[in-house]
């Protein structure tokens, strides 16, 4: 996963925790796209930001107009190799 996407998206949930405002995943996910996008300019996709948002094993389904969906991957915890 990407390290900026990561930073991005950690650092805006730790300055709405500390203004005591609670950010949803989708939220997160969409403020961490607009300042690496828009405000920075950079050339990125948008996987690794929803992925840092969201955490766990999802499925990402893109639509029109930057819209996304997310879907849980549900593991099967009998194919978990244990040690």
């Known amino acids: 996963m990407g390290s900026s996407s990561s930073f991005v998206v950690g650092l805006i949930n730790a ?7 609670n950010l949803s995943k989708k939220d997160l996910a969409k403020k961490s ?32 107009n930057n819209m ?7 593991l099967n915890k009998n194919l978990i190799v244990k040690k």
Request: without cysteine.
């Open 68 to 74: 996304f969906k997310i879907k849980k991957i549900k």
């Open 33 to 64: 796209l607009f300042i690496e996008q828009q405000i920075l300019n950079e050339i990125v996709g948008s996987q690794d930001q929803i992925a840092a948002s969201y955490g766990g094993f999802n499925r990402i389904f893109f639509q029109k």
């Open 15 to 21: 300055l709405f925790n500390m203004g005591k405002k």
